[in-house]
C-alpha cells in the first residue's frame, strides 16, 4: 500500500548519494577493495584492462580506472571498521563533508566497464570547455559533469567533482545536453 501523503512512489526518483570515496596507499586499491568484501562492505573498484609495455613483452593488465581511490557505501557502524582498514588513508572530503558520489554515477561506471562502450560522434552540438553538461544516453545517461576538454576526436573529458578526477570517455555530441545555470 501508498503511504497516506502519497509519496512512497515519488521515494523511487530521488537520487541517492550514498556512496562516499575513500584514499587508499598507493597500488593498495585491489587488497583493500578483497579486505573490504569479506567484511561484507559494500563497495566499488573501478578496473580497466590497460597494455604495459615492459622491455621484453607488451602486457594487458588489469589497473584501477582512478588510481588511489574506491567507492564505499558506509553505515554509521562500519564507517570506523573501513578506516581501520589496512591500506585505507581516509575518507575523501569535498567542501568540508564526504564526497559523495550518486548510485547514477556509480551504475553508469559499472554499466560502461562492463559492456566497454565507446561513443562516436555523429551530430553537432554546441560543447564549450567549462559548460556544465549532462549525459542523455548511453551508460553514463543522467551523469552531469562539467567539460574540461573537447577535441576533434571528439573525446570529452569530464570532471567527477565529488573525487576530483577526470576521465575521459569517447561519447557523441548528441549525447550532451547543456545545463544551464542555477540562477539563485
Request: hydrophobic letters at 40%; glycine letters at 8%; proline letters at 3%.
Amino acid at each position: 500500500m501508498g503511504s497516506e501523503d502519497g509519496t512512497e512512489g515519488a521515494k523511487l526518483f530521488i537520487m541517492s548519494n550514498n556512496w562516499r570515496v575513500i584514499y587508499v596507499a598507493s597500488r593498495r586499491e585491489k587488497k583493500v577493495n578483497e579486505l573490504l568484501n569479506r567484511a561484507g562492505i559494500e563497495n566499488f573498484l573501478p578496473l580497466i584492462w590497460v597494455k604495459r609495455q615492459w622491455s621484453d613483452r607488451l602486457k594487458q593488465v588489469e589497473m584501477p580506472l582512478f588510481s588511489g581511490y574506491l567507492f564505499v557505501k558506509p553505515t554509521d557502524i562500519n564507517r570506523d571498521v573501513i578506516l581501520q582498514t589496512p591500506g585505507v588513508i581516509k575518507f575523501l572530503k569535498y567542501n568540508g563533508a564526504d564526497a559523495k558520489v550518486s548510485d547514477v554515477t556509480i551504475s553508469s561506471l559499472k554499466l560502461a566497464i562492463e559492456k566497454g562502450h565507446t561513443f562516436l560522434n555523429t551530430q553537432e552540438v554546441h560543447v564549450k570547455v567549462g559548460n556544465r553538461v549532462t549525459v542523455t544516453a548511453g551508460p553514463f545517461s543522467g551523469v552531469e559533469g562539467r567539460v574540461a576538454s573537447y577535441n576533434n576526436n571528439n573525446y570529452v573529458l569530464i570532471e567527477l567533482e565529488a573525487i576530483g578526477k577526470q576521465m575521459c570517455i569517447k561519447i557523441e555530441k548528441s549525447y550532451l545536453k547543456n545545463v544551464k545555470p542555477k540562477v539563485g
